[in-house]
């Protein structure tokens, strides 16, 4: 490989997706370690594997240290564009116990360690991902917000994990427009600080940063937002005049402000709902609700809306039963415009039961509905394919529907409910899938092979 054309090795090196490989490449010619230099990604990531070596009393002295490694990498380059250096996930089940107070080998967001390679850096960085090791760096408040908006003046994509962040002597950067900050401690003025020094952000991603008690989203620019809220503030607020997609995870805010009008895709998920109103998104096509009080969450939706994609799951509850149960009636009571559904077990389950007790009475909306998808759990099969019926006689328009059995169900109690199905509607796309807690749906279109993999899981 020595006597490729340097283009070609470039070209080879820059495939490398950890750059611990980049390392070793550099120590096998000169001619690699020239053309390393050109490489404009750096991605290196510090394994479960690699961290037990250095822990051991047997082997702590054999691997080349972390943050030296990386080091090096950075010394030697020449343009780099991107940089990503973290710890692995399962990293994240490392107890206290198991470390030593004072140690730092691992904390990557520390200010004195990013300051001897950043500067060096800086001058084309676009994309900057650091994930640091959370029990090193929990206790350690991090001024990185500061040091990287006076170096990286045309950083667009910032990510930071797993740390406590100060935004004392934070700058504008006025090109950053992606922010991810995910396993975060901050307070409520940091993050009006973030609003005010990130304006351009299209791309922000909130993901269980904690300490926040009033928070506020206030970004002209924004598109897209995923916030998942880890503590209970007391209400959250997003204005947002360009916003496009929101996905919004939280526990019980005492109010909900939503200042969206342009929102076209909305993903909620709330344990609670009590006092809650939606105002009316004119825009809104596509609408993800969770929740363990999702009548009351659907009741405060406007029932003149335009959406048209709907998926509904029902949390667990915790604490007294609601004694309203989700019905088919009141989903297209409120949703009436609805052409493609998707149900998840615990929703498909609550909705078998109300139509057991009261039958299913036709709405108006039902005439819309084009497609359905459904997890199902199959407690008394007459029961399931009764409501399944129902549904098809009441949903004229109905000619795509995908039900998931769940992976413990009797392949012969799956293949009654095909075959009833099938001959009931002949005319309908019946397709196929199992479903288990906790992994990705599996999608089949062939009975067989469905009851087959049914019989497999039992």
């Not at 900057?128 to 760096?137: A, G």
């Not at 930071?160 to 401690?185: F, Q």
């Not at 293949?415 to 089949?444: F, M």
Request: charged share 20%; proline share 4%; glycine share 2%.
């Amino acid at each position: 490989m020595d006597d490729l054309p340097p283009h070609l090795l470039l070209e080879i090196l820059s495939r490398l997706t950890d750059s611990t490989d980049l390392a070793r490449c550099r120590l096998l010619s000169k001619n690699f370690n020239a053309v390393a230099r050109e490489v404009r990604s750096i991605n290196l990531l510090c394994t479960l594997s690699r961290y037990l070596k250095l822990r051991s009393s047997e082997t702590k002295d054999i691997p080349t240290p972390f943050k030296t490694i990386f080091s090096n990498l950075i010394r030697n380059s020449l343009a780099l564009e991107s940089i990503s250096i973290g710890v692995d996930k399962s990293l994240g089940g490392i107890s206290y116990d198991d470390v030593e107070d004072e140690s730092d080998d691992l904390y990557l967001t520390d200010v004195q360690f990013v300051k001897e390679w950043l500067p060096r850096v800086c001058k084309e960085l676009k994309s900057l991902s650091i994930s640091d090791f959370w029990i090193q760096s929990c206790w350690r408040r991090s001024e990185i917000l500061a040091l990287v908006s006076s170096f990286c003046h045309v950083l667009c994509e910032l990510e930071v994990k797993n740390a406590w962040l100060s935004v004392d002597g934070l700058k504008p950067l006025p090109m950053l427009t992606s922010l991810t900050l995910e396993s975060i401690r901050l307070d409520d003025e940091d993050l009006s600080k973030v609003n005010h020094c990130f304006p351009c952000l299209r791309i922000l991603n909130l993901i269980g940063v904690g300490g926040l008690k009033d928070p506020k989203i206030h970004l002209f620019h924004l598109i897209t937002c995923r916030w998942t809220v880890s503590n209970a503030p007391l209400s959250l607020t997003v204005i947002a005049p360009s916003l496009v997609k929101l996905e919004l995870n939280c526990i019980e805010p005492r109010s909900l402000v939503l200042q969206t009008p342009l929102l076209s895709d909305f993903n909620l998920s709330l344990r609670k709902a009590k006092n809650f109103e939606i105002k009316e998104f004119p825009h809104l096509k596509s609408l993800q609700l969770e929740s363990a009080d999702l009548c009351n969450l659907i009741s405060s939706f406007p029932s003149d809306n335009s959406i048209r994609r709907l998926t509904v799951d029902s949390l667990k509850r915790v604490g007294p039963a609601d004694t309203t149960i989700l019905s088919l009636e009141m989903l297209f009571n409120v949703f009436s415009n609805v052409s493609s559904l998707t149900l998840q077990s615990r929703a498909w389950s609550e909705m078998e039961a109300s139509f057991l007790a009261d039958g299913l009475q036709s709405q108006k909306g039902m005439q819309r509905l084009q497609e359905i998808i459904a997890q199902l759990v199959i407690h008394d099969i007459d029961v399931t394919s009764l409501f399944i019926f129902a549904i098809l006689d009441n949903c004229s328009n109905l000619s795509d529907v995908t039900l998931l059995i769940h992976s413990k169900v009797d392949p012969n109690v799956a293949s009654n409910l095909i075959s009833q199905c099938t001959a009931y509607h002949p005319k309908v796309r019946w397709r196929w899938g199992i479903w288990k807690e906790g992994s990705i749906d599996a999608w089949i279109s062939d009975a067989f092979n469905l009851l087959t993999l049914l019989a497999e899981e039992n």
